[in-house]
């Protein structure tokens, strides 16, 4: 079979060149190939160089990766190379930490012994804040590996009593090894203290979000707290000077604020808030189950939320940890499981060198297991528009057909292999679908 094909290898996701040439069925992204012959395929009888050759990966012809000649004679193929540019899109996370003074509580401490004493932890144990700036730091790890992704972080209270801001503590930038580092460092020197503005925290995290410039492609906001919101209403600062709600102009009902018009005004630009309820949330169960919902993320589609009631145990809507018996391995966990999902498997579909859309009725899309050229290494993934073969499904994410998504397994075995190389594919025999 012959087709037109659009390459991009994406080691661990990293963009890089497409290309748009004549190729057979399953022309791995490779730069060999026979390069002479009469004719016919670059991987078959015919050559690259020969009467009606056409090169896609060698040195001479019509070639990939390399400048060379056009080698379309008698009986060659009317479909020339052309090279296109697509890219992985981005991701940016920002990391909304609690920092109150129960942070400060042993993992092993009661909710109720935690808020009527919050600063007696035993230091030879695991404190909460200790479990999360570990389990933060091997989610930054995790996400260092991965191109075209930006991390910030922002505390609240960020006064030691309830103030807030939009400015994050760390700004967000590319998760290079010295964003990891500031990261890191912030963490280490958070000094758990103040109460737990969270309705606070999550609006004006969503106002930083709605900088486009700042935070390009996919968003996500990771909310993490032990508590419930502790500053509502804004009336703490007790003419003290501190940073309250009403100083950031959030005032009212700033929980129906929150759920009925920031968050739904989030959903509009593609941002999406995970939930983590670390112990001592019980008590603000109902809210966190309802961040979640709204922010897209739910465990379930059917969970609770409303803000107002508290959940049955297990039908929360948020990563409720406060019936954890290893608070530090499940929070692990549940951050690889968010890390894993704000990772983007959507790639943009390339134009061609005149800006015309390509045909997206003829895309294939292929993955080539780590980073093989053979066939014995291609997996064919299947266009599936309601990704009910999650094993091997990819859909257009838009009605425009401009960006490319894997669902399900696909997805998970290209997160999972470093070495992975995808493949978008224009066939002359059509599209693989469900």
């Not at 800006?355 to 895309?363: A, H, Q, Y």
Request: aromatic share 6%.
């Amino acid at each position: 079979m012959n087709r037109a094909a659009l390459l991009f290898s994406a080691t661990a996701f990293v963009s890089a060149s497409v290309v748009s040439a004549c190729s057979p069925s399953s022309s791995p992204p490779d730069n060999s190939g026979p390069v002479s012959g009469a004719g016919g395929s670059p991987f078959g009888s015919g050559g690259a160089t020969g009467a009606g050759g056409t090169g896609i990966f060698g040195t001479g012809g019509d070639t990939v990766f390399n400048a060379g000649g056009s080698g379309t004679g008698a009986g060659g193929n009317s479909c020339g190379a052309t090279n296109y540019q697509s890219t992985l899109i981005p991701s940016s996370i920002l990391f909304v930490v609690d920092r109150s003074g129960s942070m400060n509580c042993n993992l092993t401490t009661s909710s109720a012994d935690c808020e009527a004493h919050p600063v007696t932890a035993d230091t030879s144990k695991p404190t909460r804040w200790s479990s999360i700036v570990t389990g933060i730091g091997a989610a930054l790890d995790q996400l260092a590996t991965v191109p075209n992704t930006s991390v910030g972080l922002t505390f609240f209270s960020n006064d030691d009593v309830c103030g807030v801001t939009s400015a994050p503590n760390v700004d967000l930038a590319d998760l290079t090894q010295p964003q990891v580092d500031a990261l890191k460092n912030a963490l280490a020197n958070g000094n758990p203290k103040g109460g737990t503005p969270i309705v606070g925290a999550t609006i004006l995290a969503y106002k930083h979000l709605h900088q486009q410039a700042m935070a390009p492609g996919n968003r996500f906001v990771v909310l993490v707290t032990d508590g419930e919101d502790s500053c509502i209403p804004s009336t703490q600062d007790g003419g003290s000077g501190h940073t309250t709600y009403a100083d950031q102009g959030i005032t009212g009902d700033v929980v129906s604020r929150l759920l009925g018009t920031e968050m739904p005004k989030a959903a509009t630009v593609n941002i999406r808030t995970f939930v983590i309820g670390a112990p001592g949330s019980e008590p603000g169960r109902g809210l966190l189950s309802a961040i979640a919902f709204a922010g897209n993320t739910a465990r379930d589609p059917n969970c609770e939320h409303d803000p107002n009631v508290l959940p049955a145990a297990g039908a929360e809507c948020h990563l409720d940890m406060t019936r954890s018996s290893d608070f530090g391995t499940d929070l692990a966990a549940a951050l690889k499981k968010i890390t894993g999902q704000a990772i983007s498997c959507e790639f943009d579909v390339p134009l061609a060198a005149d800006g015309k859309r390509v045909d997206t009725n003829k895309l294939n899309v292929d993955y080539y297991k780590n980073g093989g050229t053979t066939e014995a290494d291609i997996v064919n993934f299947y266009k599936d528009d309601a990704c009910t073969s999650p094993a091997d499904g990819w859909y257009y994410t838009d009605v425009d057909k401009t960006k490319i998504q894997l669902c399900g397994g696909a997805c998970d075995a290209i997160r999972a292999d470093a070495k992975a190389k995808v493949q978008v594919a224009l066939s002359c025999q059509g599209q693989r679908a469900r």
